[in-house]
């Protein structure tokens, strides 16, 4: 019954999460879909693109969870004071990063030509690149408010706003894309500036809300624009960092597998960028749940009611191995038909779908495996579980996407199944960590 129980309020936390983050992810579907249609060229270089702006925002998502960790902990202690805190210097953290990536973005534009992509690719890239890069800052400190309202148990009102926003930049794509209304035809720069204004729409939005409703009123910065404490920036940088690294190794592995596509061609490039957006969608589904498993243990931990953490957990594995293997069952019947339609190439359509079998047997170790680092996580376990995190994915992962792609000569798929082999790395590792924790509060 406790697992029930652990399961059905885990569930209803996750929900609007789960929700919320594949409507985060259709802002990039409704933009490989619509740039899909101006040919393969467009579709390659938006992988380009892509590869080169995750890295960056992924470490800036993976900081920036330190929030929902403080502020849970704050709830569960009943202390609104360190939650408004919590609030606060996460967003001055955000803020400061996205304008320091999008100033670095402004120094490597003229030096794009160092990543051995087509030359035709690096040309088109640059104007799309330099734009996406300026949406950087209003979605760190959009998501940064959501973290804290997320740990509040307030998920519903950011998901409306979230996915408001995700209809206006599907509008904004068709509007700027094909010059609608008066617009000027902008192609596929007009997809990365409709991006640009939909998320800061959606910041805008995040702030007016949390500053207006009553069951935050205690719980938010009643003073926004204050100066900022050193202590509490180097308290969630603690957690941040480590997270954020082992956030980046996973996503840095994957943006780096795009980065390896340039070697076999536009076709590999093109059915790579499906496969990702295709795989990136279906790992919304864990990450939500993800994010509700960080808050619930770190609410526990919190409360010092160390008696509900093995349920949380137990309850936790059990929910992400039921909804990784829905998606997998999804990859394996629906493959061809998903890769289709983003593009009309059947040379792209055919790698397409080898790679999306790919994606459906890592299914559901890679939900474990994101499971339980947030777990971990919302115990204030980092530091190890990242460096588990860079071996899995950067000493075992990558090295046998090459191996296989390039020694065995199986191309796009070899670089896939070196990418499987880091996620059952990570998941194999990880697990018996947070097992150990277990263990540990009960003795």
């Given amino acids: 019954m406790s697992l029930f129980h652990e399961s059905k309020l ?47 925002f992924v470490f800036g998502i993976g900081l920036l969870t330190s929030i929902s960790v403080h502020s849970a902990h704050a709830r569960g202690a009943q202390n609104p004071q360190a939650a408004r805190s919590s609030c606060r210097h996460g967003l001055y953290i955000s803020l400061a990063l996205g304008l320091v990536f999008f100033l670095l973005t402004w120094l490597m534009l003229p030096h794009l030509g160092l ?109 926004w624009l204050r100066l900022p404490v050193w202590r509490e920036i180097l308290h969630q940088w603690k957690i941040g960092v480590p997270a954020s690294f082992q956030m980046l190794c996973e996503v840095g592995a994957f943006s780096a597998a795009g980065l390896m596509m340039g070697a076999f061609g536009e076709i590999s490039m093109a059915a790579h960028q499906v496969a990702m957006t295709c795989a990136s969608v279906s790992f919304m589904v864990p990450l939500g749940l993800s994010m509700a498993l960080t808050v619930r243990t770190g609410e526990v931990k919190g409360s010092a009611d160390h008696g509900r953490l093995r349920p949380v957990v137990f309850s936790g594995w059990l929910l992400a191995a039921v909804f990784s293997t829905i998606n997998a069952l999804i990859f394996f019947c629906a493959g061809p038909w998903l890769a289709a339609r983003f593009v009309d190439d059947a040379a792209v359509i055919t790698l397409a779908s080898t790679l999306l079998v790919i994606v459906g047997v890592f299914q559901i170790v890679d939900g474990m495996q994101v499971a339980s680092s947030s777990m971990l996580r919302g115990l204030q376990d980092a530091r190890m579980p990242a460096l588990m995190g860079f071996a899995a994915y950067w000493v075992i992962g990558l090295p046998v996407s090459a191996w296989l792609g390039y020694s065995w000569h199986m191309g796009a798929s070899g670089v896939w199944w070196g990418l499987a082999a880091g996620l059952f790395t990570a998941c194999v590792t990880l697990g018996p960590r947070l097992w150990m924790h277990l263990r540990d509060e009960s003795m």
Wanted: net charge positive; proline share 6%.
């Fill in 115 to 223: 990543f051995r992509q087509p030359a035709a690719v690096t040309v088109l890239a640059r104007d799309y690149f330099f734009i996406i890069m300026a949406s950087i800052v209003p979605a760190l400190a959009s998501i940064a408010l959501k973290n804290h309202a997320d740990a509040m148990n307030r998920p519903w009102p950011p998901f409306w706003i979230f996915l408001s926003g995700v209809l206006l930049n599907v509008l904004l794509n068709w509007v700027m894309i094909n010059g609608k209304w008066g617009c000027p035809v902008l192609g596929m720069n007009g997809a990365a500036w409709a991006t640009l204004i939909s998320r800061m729409a959606i910041l805008l939005a995040m702030f007016f809300w949390m500053m207006s409703d009553e069951q935050l009123r205690d719980w938010v910065p009643h003073r």
């Fill in 10 to 56: 885990t569930l209803r936390l996750a929900l609007p999460l789960m929700i919320g983050q594949l409507s985060q992810m259709l802002l990039g579907v409704a933009d490989t879909l619509m740039v899909g249609h101006l040919g393969v060229l467009a579709l390659a270089t938006l992988t380009f693109a892509n590869s080169l702006f995750y890295m960056p």
